[in-house]
């Protein structure tokens, strides 16, 4: 049986803590009932059970299923970045960036196999925390890391070998956290993966088992099949919202939670970009890093720059009233979302930091005229389901 909750723990941070917005449910459509047994609906222990006060107060949330649980901070370090396409990457300033935002209280990083050395800084960052940090700070360090495998046949060995690779370069025993991707649904291996991982994780050697860009149809398969995974990570923003559609009310049946990653559109949320024209050259800030190209093609399909400077200007009016950065009202947004536990944002380690911005996220509390006035402009968006389909199938086109 599925008993995926989230809890919540409080811990002290340096920013002050505020308090939630207001508890808000909304549920998309697609997902029947029938299509959950019973055993697996809002009944119980399968119910995500924290409240709406508690959960902005708390800098970090429990993503729970059944026995299964991992306690992640609700904002993540992100780690693309180091992939290449952001700047040189030095290996002892970024491991350094990496301790800085541990002690501001930003203790999860999230990584993946094929981007660049990010598991290996995290190797030798939780070996500084072991020989240079208290121990009370190692104990709330948490590294989550993704599998993205070639779809090829997936033996037992095949995977035990990969994930082995993962925790030898974290240097750790156990994986906190194995987020799982699968390029082709019409190659059914990804059932056969998962059950792999899932005997790994009952082995001692991932600690919990979660998803990446996973639509909403095989999400429900992989329940089906008893996989005992707490998360999925996708795509999510004011502009892509996506993920409250089709994908809530299934994580909101089943308990499993959302891990948003491209909250701030990698960057292009922001009063960089505010009152720009990019579609003129040399006019506006330069579309310089993978992701700004990326999420530059998001607002394209969403409904152009023109109406994405409006949403900049709604949000630097909700920014002004509460006096603090576009960035971390594109966050707070999201995270008061349904079923997401914590957003993703990007880090350049040893390069740029934005720990003030980041902290800000957590005392900040979005009101009625907020929501109203966000939402007032981004309805006026096209809607992404219909353009691009649902969770994931941008890499899928």
């Given at each position: ?146 599998w993205v495998p070639p779809p090829v046949k997936m033996t037992a060995e095949y995977v035990k070998d990969n994930i082995n690779r993962s925790r030898r370069r974290m240097d750790v025993a156990c ?183 980041t902290s800000a996220i957590f005392s900040l509390k979005l009101d009625e005229e907020d929501f109203n006035c966000i939402n007032e402009v981004s309805k006026k968006g096209r809607d992404l389901m ?12």
């Amino acid at each position: 049986m599925l008993g995926c909750t989230i809890t919540t723990v409080h811990l002290q941070i340096q920013s002050p803590v505020g308090s939630n917005q207001r508890s808000r449910s909304r549920v998309g459509n697609g997902v029947s009932r029938r299509m959950i047994p019973a055993r697996r609906r809002l009944i119980g222990s399968t119910r995500c059970t924290i409240g709406a006060e508690e959960e902005t107060r708390s800098l970090v949330t429990v993503v729970k299923n059944g026995e299964d649980s991992l306690d992640i901070c609700r904002v993540l370090n992100g780690m693309w970045q180091t992939s290449g396409g952001w700047g040189p990457i030095d290996r002892d300033n970024a491991v350094d960036a990496m301790l800085y935002y541990a002690d501001a209280g930003l203790t999860t990083f999230d990584m993946a196999d094929h981007y660049g050395p990010a598991e290996d800084l995290y190797g030798i960052f939780i070996n500084k925390v072991r020989r240079e940090r208290p121990p009370e700070l190692l104990q709330q360090i948490r590294g989550l890391t993704k599998w993205v495998p070639p779809p090829v046949k997936m033996t037992a060995e095949y995977v035990k070998d990969n994930i082995n690779r993962s925790r030898r370069r974290m240097d750790v025993a156990c994986l906190d956290m194995l987020q799982f991707h699968w390029w082709d649904y019409s190659n059914l291996g990804y059932l056969d993966a998962l059950k792999h991982l899932t005997d790994l994780k009952e082995q001692g050697k991932i600690k919990t088992l979660a998803l990446t860009n996973f639509d909403t149809e095989r999400l429900h398969i992989i329940l089906e099949n008893g996989i005992p995974v707490v998360s999925n990570q996708v795509q999510h923003s004011i502009v892509d919202m996506r993920p409250q559609q089709k994908m809530a009310e299934l994580c909101q049946l089943t308990g499993v939670q959302l891990i948003t990653y491209g909250t701030v559109m990698g960057g292009l949320l922001s009063e960089k970009f505010l009152d720009t024209n990019i579609n003129i050259p040399f006019a506006g800030p330069p579309l310089n890093t993978p992701s700004l190209q990326k999420y530059k093609r998001m607002v394209d399909a969403w409904g152009g720059w023109g109406l994405f400077q409006t949403l900049l200007q709604a949000l630097k009016k909700v920014a002004n009233k509460h006096m603090v950065s576009i960035p971390t009202v594109a966050v707070r947004y999201v995270l008061d979302q349904p079923s997401v536990a914590g957003s993703m944002v990007g880090v350049r380690l040893g390069l740029s930091e934005h720990i003030k911005d980041t902290s800000a996220i957590f005392s900040l509390k979005l009101d009625e005229e907020d929501f109203n006035c966000i939402n007032e402009v981004s309805k006026k968006g096209r809607d992404l389901m219909t353009i691009i389909g649902d969770c994931g199938d941008e890499y899928r086109a």
